[in-house]
């Protein structure tokens, strides 16, 4: 179905992951791995960008690279080939996020480690605090089933700058991805929701929650 052309407001946000970037997994999903551990302990990459921590959660986070082809070029944002919304990011990202006063996400303590063993600092946690409700399955009359889309009211919003939509999208206002793009930060990619999902309000755009 062809997306109806909007005012590109709202971005999905998320990582690029080349594998020619390096690329890291935290101990705890790792372990869980070669114990077979199924337990809430195999979600932690969703834990840790919803800051839905789990209660006991141990900081800092450590992470290792991926495996041993766990590229080669530091970004603004770590990848950890889970998920392009699942990521950590550097001392210079974070600035950009507090000098603007930008709202809707946290970062925790981590300790990165290289294929060699060392230390690689400069980076942080990444957790989207804000929340934007949820997408909705629905159907033209003169649709079937696998022509299903995704649609989405903005009237949900909290007003936060960086928020989840459920199930799984990151999203970002214009005016964030603004500064990261004239910032200069390296490793993402901008998607305008619009392209993703049908964006239905009655409340025109441009004015819904205050929108910068």
Known sequence: MKRKKTDDLFYNFGAKMPLSDFA???DIFEQALKENDFSEKRKIHMQLCWGDYL???Q???VFHPVDSD????FKDVLGMRYASYVFL???????VLEDNGVTGWKSYPVEIYGKKGERILG??????TGRGGAMAEAYLEWEIARNMD???????????DIFKIYPAYLTITRRVKDLLVSAGITGVKYTPLSECVIITTSTPMSTARGIR
């Open 123 to 128: 980076y942080n946690g990444f957790s989207v």
């Open 70 to 73: 766990c590229g080669k070029n």
């Open 150 to 160: 995704w649609h989405y009211d903005p009237s949900q919003w909290d007003g936060s």
């Open 59 to 61: 900081f800092p986070i």
């Open 24 to 26: 890291v997994r935290p």
């Open 89 to 95: 990011i550097s001392d210079k990202f974070k600035a």
């Open 55 to 57: 209660e006991g959660t």
